[in-house]
């Protein structure tokens, strides 16, 4: 697996992350033949958030992993806080108890990176950074970041808070590339050229922070996948034979589609399945060429002005 320094950090992580999101819907002996797995493909990177399950995925990582010092030396450990049933909340009160309960579930002191889940509109950056500042103090958390945020919310967080936030997640796939199409279409008057998320992609870019892609086979909001769906015959024909040219599978190419972007995008899987998750490692050896890398995305529907 090859990897990248995440944002300005000098943390070295492999380039496609393991999404930890189902990983409750294992028993025990399939958490840890799937964690075994990841590990084998040099995928050490975990990413976790504090809802997910309620807290069970965290729970269910940690007894399948056999968590313990040595093994926590071996593994890079993400996840979120924010999210509570019916609000967002990013109150010093609630990010400081959100980690304690994360790191309890995940049977560790600390985590190398933590994300604010969701924007919450009635965030005080002064409290957000004063519990930045203890979780940084006390060791408990290495690095931070964010999820789901545009560049002025951003820029927000960073009137006060000090640390750099060197990872944004963002939902990103062929289907759903609105950031990159955006860039094509400037001042024109057709859909592709509405800026919905205030030039997010070229923000991260020049300030170093790390775009993370989430459902990178999601078309929609969690309405499917697009590989092998009648929804995209032609987007389906193009990866199929690309796939084809670099022989591997159409989940490579997905993932591989990403990776492409000099960006230095780092995917975030979210399959529980052994055979997709090597797929979804193995394109970090694969370059596509810029031919093939259009091809897909005017195979998505997209039209080139």
Known sequence: M??????????EVPVVAVGCMRID???????????????????????????????????????AIQMNESIREKIIL???CGIRKGMFD?????????????LKRLKTDYLDILLLH??????????????????????????????????????????????????????LSITNATMISSGFNVNMQNDAAVHRD???LDYCRLNDITIQPWSPFQYGFFEGVFLGN?????LNKVIDEIADKYEVSNTTIA???????????????????????????????????????????????????
Request: charged content about 25%; aromatic content about 8%; some cysteine.
């Open 230 to 234: 009648d929804k995209f015959p032609e």
């Open 118 to 171: 969701r924007p919450d509109t009635l965030v005080e950056p002064d409290e957000v950074a004063e519990a930045f500042n203890t979780l940084e103090s006390s060791g408990k958390v290495r690095h931070f970041g964010v999820s789901n945020q545009t560049p002025m919310q951003i820029q927000l967080l960073k009137k006060s808070v000090k640390q750099p936030l060197v990872t944004n997640q963002l939902q």
């Open 2 to 11: 090859k990897t990248m320094k995440l944002g300005t950090s000098s943390l």
């Open 198 to 200: 205030g030039s997010v």
């Open 78 to 80: 993400q996840s979120k």
């Open 255 to 305: 993932i591989a589609w990403l990776l492409r972007h000099p960006a230095h995008m780092q995917p975030v899987t979210g399959t529980m399945n052994i055979e997709r998750l090597i797929d979804c490692c193995k394109a970090s050896e694969v370059q596509l060429s810029r031919e093939d890398w259009y091809a897909i995305y005017r195979g998505a529907g997209n039209v080139l002005p």
């Open 25 to 63: 819907s294992l028993n025990k002996a399939e958490a840890e033949q799937f964690i075994q797995t990841a590990l084998e493909q040099g995928a050490n990177f975990f990413d976790h958030a504090d809802i997910y399950g309620a807290g069970a995925c965290e729970e269910k990582f940690a007894d």
């Open 90 to 102: 990013f109150s010093k009160e609630h990010i400081l108890e959100s980690v304690d309960g994360i």
